[in-house]
Structure formats: structure tokens, C-alpha cells
């Protein structure tokens, strides 16, 4: 992941403010929000402009997810994409036990521990996989990527070594 931001930061960044770098690294799959914080102080944005983006950036994907995973992985697979449809839906299945053993609170804390593999995408594709109630699942997406703005904004923006010296 570090090394796209290198990448993003030293081509397409040129190219694109910092805040529309940062909303649209927020919004590329297992890149999401982890990676738009990272790079957001690598631009030095301001630590609350560069959660905005973030957030917003992240939010944006989920409900093209939650309505609309089903019909493009059914449309993959008739169109010569199926070894891709799989993949996709056996990182669902994969994903599936972690979040069913607690239910809401499974779903927020996979969105919201920042981990490789998971995140508001994944966690998506889940609750779309599985029709999870969309209400529930959105909410707890949603919270999940409130949490994991705030882990990551320990992380990038050096808080949590302020905090704990």
C-alpha cells in the first residue's frame, strides 16, 4: 500500500488537488480509508480537511456496493469475467464467519479495524453477498468507517505517540 501512495502521490497527485488525492485514494478497494489518511499527511493536509476527504471518499462506493454487487458479479460472469466473480465471491464467503459470529458489532469492527482485507468495500460486499438487512448493515459500515477513521488518524497524523509520552 505504501508504495501506490508513493506512486499516487508522485503522478496523479501532481495533477489533482491534495483533498481530491485524498477523497479518491479513499475510494480504491483495499486502499480505502487507511491508505487516503496516509497520504493526506503525506500532503500535508490539515489532520480534520484530510478526514473529511477520507471519509467522505470511503462513504461514497457503499451503496453502489450494497445494490448493485449482485448484478455486476452475475454480469462478470456471463461476460468472459468469471475467474474474477469467483475471486470476488470467495473473499465474501472467506470474510462471512467474522462477521456473522457478532452480528452488527462483527460488521462495524471488520470496517472498522484497519487491516489489509478488510474495510467498507469488503464489508459491503459481505452484507450484499449475504443479504444482510441494509438498514443495519449500513449503519454499522458507516460506524465501522468512523472507527477506522479514527485508529487511522492515531497512526497518520502522529497522535498516538503524543498521547502516550
Known amino acids: 500500500m505504501d508504495a501506490f501512495i508513493l506512486w499516487w502521490a508522485d503522478t496523479v497527485g501532481k495533477f489533482l488537488s491534495p483533498q481530491l488525492s ?34 467522505i471518499g470511503n462513504i461514497i ?12 458479479l452475475h454480469w462478470m460472469s456471463e461476460h ?4 474474477v466473480a469467483e475471486w470476488i465471491e470467495n473473499k ?9 459470529k ?10 472498522g479495524i484497519p487491516l489489509p482485507g478488510t474495510g467498507a468495500w469488503t464489508g459491503s460486499l459481505v452484507a450484499a453477498m449475504f443479504d444482510m438487512d441494509l438498514k443495519k ?3 454499522s459500515i458507516l460506524l465501522g468507517i468512523f472507527l477506522a477513521a479514527v485508529i487511522m488518524t492515531l497512526f497518520s497524523y502522529g497522535l498516538l505517540g ?3 509520552s
Open 92 to 100: 465474501a464467503i472467506k470474510n462471512k464467519p467474522k462477521i456473522d
Open 102 to 111: 457478532y452480528g452488527f458489532f462483527g460488521l462495524l469492527l471488520f470496517v
Open 22 to 55: 485524498v477523497f479518491f485514494v479513499s475510494m480504491i478497494p483495499l486502499i480505502e480509508e487507511r491508505g487516503g489518511l496516509i497520504l493526506s499527511r503525506m500532503l500535508n493536509l490539515p489532520m480534520w480537511t484530510g478526514i473529511f476527504w477520507c471519509v
Open 61 to 72: 462506493p457503499v451503496p453502489f456496493i450494497l445494490f448493485l454487487i449482485k448484478k455486476f
Open 80 to 83: 468472459h469475467l468469471s475467474k
Open 137 to 139: 448493515s449500513s449503519l
Open 162 to 164: 503524543t498521547l502516550l
